[in-house]
């Protein structure tokens, strides 16, 4: 029916196994990985030795930045990122942003907990000289001696929102999402129903994190979620030997518009957002209820929202972390849903390659999902032998297979779940 459908315009990532959503595919096709030593903070002493990187210096993609930008990404992980993704994009956006009516555009971001890297500061902090050592409180008050939102140290949460609302003009809103590993899918998801409640005709959603700093991995560490092998891989979704997950970094948006817009510019998207599933375990802050059902509930209702039957679905990319009650609950909540069928239905997750990147999970996942629907590719479990469920079809090499729709998952600590349903072509005229 007219007016009501939520269509995806662009999107842009910045992952560790493909900066550029236009690398996604061929990297998927040739296996690429990003399984490899921490390189980006000193991991010495830690149980664990291996994350998911992002290796490509990324300074040439925010080159033409304000100096005060360039300075701030040197310290904030986060912004550096996501102002990558958004300079990869920039010149082929330009005609779009053209097209935005302020007023009328928005953003929704999900967002990590940002860490201060105080390594980079040891100088002004030791070696002041043996008589005087500056106290904390004020090389807090120096670093942050600006007179704009950005600092070296403690930028306040809404500073990627309104990055991107700066560069695309968006004044209806800016929000930020701080739900951990589903914040920029609830960005999505959110964004879906401000386009369908007319509080907006475009908005841009995505969300960027980095876990591969010493605070964050010993934070997870302790969780018991993170691989503590020394040896390669690391990360095994649905393999009967997974024992954790591989920690990422990403940035990532994606540009959602109503059918209004697109019918009056005459565009023609990349895919449409059909609907989606979001709910709460309220059970415990670091573990899911082990019966599912508030996950059972989101996949449910992303099917019924997005008008779907089970069958129709030709794939669905799992949260799938690689440990070992997600992969298992995670499956018994399809079977729930999906019944017989699911034995049809190749079921896959990415994690293994590009790791878990917390906060930007979901748009990586999304970004990842939109790309191989139009290659017709679905990717394997890499690194998985032994399927833990020997009835399902969770494949281990990739498959040349149609996907004209697909599911993506995500579920975060304290047990919220958001699941997105994809349709390939989404305009008809």
């Known amino acids: ?9 662009d999107y842009e990532l910045v992952s560790p196994i493909a900066v550029g959503a236009h690398n996604i595919v061929s990297n998927i096709q040739n296996y690429v990985h990003a399984d490899h030593p921490i390189k980006r903070f000193d991991a010495t002493g830690f149980p664990f030795h291996h994350a998911a990187e992002i290796k490509e210096d990324l300074v ?12 701030t990404c040197k310290f904030n992980r986060l912004l550096e990122l996501l102002a990558a993704s958004y300079g990869i994009a920039s010149s082929r956006l330009a005609h779009l942003v053209n097209l935005f009516e302020p007023e009328k555009t928005g953003v929704i971001l999900g967002v990590g907990a940002d860490v201060t890297p105080f390594e980079l500061f040891e100088k002004e902090i030791f070696d002041l000289g043996d008589q ?6 004020e090389l807090f008050s120096q670093l942050n001696a600006s007179q704009t939102k950005l600092n070296r140290v403690l930028n306040p949460y809404d500073l990627y929102a309104i990055y991107l609302a700066q560069k695309f003009n968006a004044r ?39 876990l591969l700093n010493g605070l964050a991995m010993i934070s997870f560490g302790k969780l018991g ?34 059918d209004k817009f697109v019918r009056k510019h005459k565009l023609t998207p990349k895919g449409q957002l059909m609907g989606f599933g979001n709910t709460l375990d309220a059970f415990k802050i670091t573990a ?19 008008n779907l039957k089970p069958d129709q679905i030709n794939y669905i990319n799992a949260h799938g972390t690689g440990t070992k009650h997600n992969d298992h609950l995670e499956l018994k909540c399809l079977r729930k849903v999906f019944g017989d069928e699911l034995k049809n239905i190749p079921v896959s997750s990415t ?31 890499l690194f998985m032998k032994t399927p833990c469920d020997t009835e399902l079809y969770l494949p281990k090499e990739n498959v040349d297979q149609k996907i004209e729709y697909a ?19 989404a305009h008809e005229s």
Do not use: W
């Open 1 to 9: 029916m007219l007016g009501n459908k939520v269509h995806i315009l």
């Open 60 to 71: 040439s993609f925010y080159a033409k930045e304000d100096d005060r930008i360039k300075e």
């Open 132 to 137: 005087y050592k500056m106290p904390m409180a």
């Open 172 to 210: 209806a809103f800016q929000k930020s999402i701080l739900t951990a590993c589903v914040s920029s899918t609830q960005a999505i998801a959110f964004a879906y129903n401000s386009i369908l409640a007319g509080e907006a005709e475009v908005v841009i959603a995505g969300g960027t994190d980095s």
């Open 225 to 258: 979620v993170i691989n503590e092998t020394t040896k390669e891989p690391t990360c095994k979704p649905f393999d009967v030997m997974r024992s954790g997950a591989l920690a990422g970094e990403c940035a990532g948006f994606t540009i959602l518009a109503s």
């Open 288 to 306: 899911p209820d082990p019966e599912g059902n508030s996950i059972t509930e989101a996949i449910q209702l992303a099917l019924e929202n997005s």
């Open 351 to 381: 994690k293994s390659r590009h790791g878990h990147a917390i906060a930007a999970a979901g748009i990586q996942e999304f970004c990842l999902v939109m790309e191989l629907m139009h290659a017709n590719l679905v990717p394997g479990n």
């Open 407 to 425: 599911m993506t998952n995500n579920f975060a600590f304290g047990g919220v779940n958001t699941v997105l349903v994809l349709k390939k072509h």
